[in-house]
């Protein structure tokens, strides 16, 4: 199983590095597209940071830079690339006791958080590329087959 994560999230780096090259070749990214950006990317450490037990130092719904967003990205992928390589069976199934932004508390198992995280980033991803034809420029690609057959 931990493969299939693996994968997933050389999936997520790969297509939030792609998501960064569209915003950064307009010549100003579309406010919308940057918010729902940053937006994936707190969420993404957000989910990390309950997962390893820690409190989180972005909110889900953070005001970042371009500049910020691809530091905070590069920062999300490296963390989930360690925790993915060092996952167990058991690690996957272990239940992640957290509370939501409402306050509400939920237990979740890291599987299932994993692939949220990964659900999650693909949603906002594509209505980052809609804004960003809208605006005139050129989203990049970042279906999962894509991914693939760019490795091949």
């Not at 950006?37 to 953070?62: D, I």
């Not at 980052?128 to 091949?152: K, L, N």
Request: proline share 4%; hydrophobic share 40%.
């Amino acid at each position: 199983m931990t493969a299939h994560i693996r994968r997933l999230y050389d999936h997520m780096a790969w297509a939030d590095s792609r998501t960064l090259n569209a915003l950064r070749a307009m010549h100003a990214p579309p406010l919308d597209a940057l918010r729902l950006y940053g937006h994936l990317l707190a969420t993404e450490h957000v989910w990390l940071a309950r997962v390893e037990e820690r409190e989180p130092e972005y909110p889900a719904w953070p005001a970042l830079s371009l500049d910020e967003c691809a530091a905070l990205g590069a920062r999300n992928h490296s963390a989930f690339a360690l925790l993915v390589e060092t996952l167990s069976a058991a690690e996957l199934q272990r239940g992640v006791r957290y509370r939501n932004s409402k306050g509400d508390e939920f237990v979740n198992t890291v599987e299932d958080i994993l692939m949220h995280v990964a659900l999650h980033g693909a949603y906002h991803r594509g209505q980052v590329a809609r804004i960003v034809r809208g605006e005139g420029g050129a989203p990049q690609g970042t279906d999962y087959i894509f991914h693939i057959r760019e490795r091949s």
